[in-house]
């Protein structure tokens, strides 16, 4: 349900799918047939209300003996002794086409092989952004900066959100790398971008995904919630395949060797003070090494208008957290106690926290 929920989600943010299908989620036919039902249930109207995971499980269960087949299952046979002999998905691409009469996507061909014979892809590809298509995050770690709740230095760790295109950043030091600062975080940034990326390409951090899959991903709920709230798509890199957000990457070793060396900070106010000030300077107007380009100036010539608008309130970070319920009616959060209706004895439940002042919690079977 998550593959199909990114696709309706891009799809709603006007991707066509031969882009779609260039981005990895699926072959063009299955975009095709994700597409068809989706229009006739309504879903990709953009002022609609996105579907749930039990409705798209409804309807696409009940379509998908009929119109979600691979359109490389019927070569099963065939490709599985090609695999075996180490060729590579191109190579049986073209030996489907002219020996086979093959008619579906070469992408169909990538994914089926991917899913079922685990293919292990070697070479990689040089990947391009338009303004505006997506940003890429992820955490470096930080310097140790005196914690006046503490009394100590405590160790740190920085956020980082790239924007694809221009190359302009975010960036913010944090004391965890939890759900509540993974969230929050983004919604700094986007505050700062004054707009949101359509998709925003990730690693597999535990704040971020709970099963990391090179087909079905599972995310972190909370950063679900968050992303369906806000109309991002969530693209999760495939395990030990980095390649896919070099952008960040190169970021992360660009941040600790320009901005921390030889700085000191009074507090970590004071080092998120200086490292706003460094990327709207000294980041921001350097020439870039791949693009030649100035990142502040290509972000306010070319990317900025191209996000996405920003809500006119922002979702509250909530943490979702798996609990049972004792025989005394009450449920165990945070070292606190919550009481709960009886008849939940027993029984596994879903809280819902809002951070940080924990407004209510919600509970949820």
């Keep these: 349900m998550y593959e199909y929920r990114q696709i309706i989600i891009q799809m709603r943010l006007g991707y066509k799918d031969r882009e779609i299908a260039r981005a990895g989620l699926a072959g063009r036919k299955k975009c095709k047939d994700i597409r068809t039902i989706s229009e006739f249930q309504g879903w990709l109207n953009p002022n609609g209300k996105i579907p749930s995971d039990s409705e798209l499980q409804l309807v696409f269960n009940k379509n998908k003996n009929k119109t979600m087949q691979s359109s490389a299952a019927p070569h099963h ?11 590579k998905s191109t190579t049986i691409y073209r030996h489907l086409v002219s020996k086979h009469n093959y008619t579906g996507s070469y992408t169909a061909i990538q994914t089926y092989i991917y899913k079922n014979f685990k293919e292990q892809r070697a070479t990689t590809t040089p990947l391009t952004f338009i303004a505006g298509e997506s940003a890429q995050v992820d955490f470096g770690q930080g310097p140790l900066i005196y914690n006046p709740d503490t009394g100590k230095k405590q160790k740190t760790w920085f956020f980082i959100m790239v924007l694809s295109y221009s190359r302009h ?61 806000l109309g991002f798509a969530v693209s999760a890199c495939a395990p030990r395949d980095p390649q896919k957000k070099g952008r960040v990457e190169a970021g992360v070793k660009y941040i600790k060797s320009a901005f921390f060396p030889l700085r000191e900070f009074e507090d970590i106010t004071d080092a998120n003070e200086q490292l706003k000030q460094w990327v709207l300077g000294d980041a921001g107007n350097r020439k870039h090494g791949t693009t030649g380009k100035s990142p502040l100036n290509e972000f306010i010539d070319f990317e900025q208008s191209m996000l996405l608008p920003l809500p006119k309130v922002m979702p509250e970070v909530a943490t979702w957290k798996p609990v049972k319920v004792y025989k005394d009616c009450h449920i165990r959060y945070e070292k606190n106690l919550y009481s709960v209706p009886y008849q939940h004895v027993g029984e596994s439940l879903w809280i819902k926290a809002l951070k940080p002042l924990l407004k209510y919690i919600k509970i949820m079977n």
């Excluded at 046979?77 to 060729?87: A, D, F, N, R, T």
């Excluded at 993974?182 to 998709?199: L, S, V």
């Excluded at 971020?208 to 950063?223: E, G, R």
């Design 169 to 229: 950043m975010y960036a913010e030091l944090v004391w965890h790398q939890d759900v509540a600062s993974w969230i929050g975080c983004h919604a700094r940034a986007f505050n700062f971008f004054n707009g949101i990326p359509k998709k925003v390409i990730i690693d597999n951090a535990k704040c971020a995904v709970n099963k990391a899959s090179n087909t079905d991903p599972v995310l972190q709920k909370s950063y679900y919630d968050f992303a369906s709230d």
């Design 77 to 87: 046979e065939v490709i599985g002794p090609l695999v075996e002999s180490g060729h």
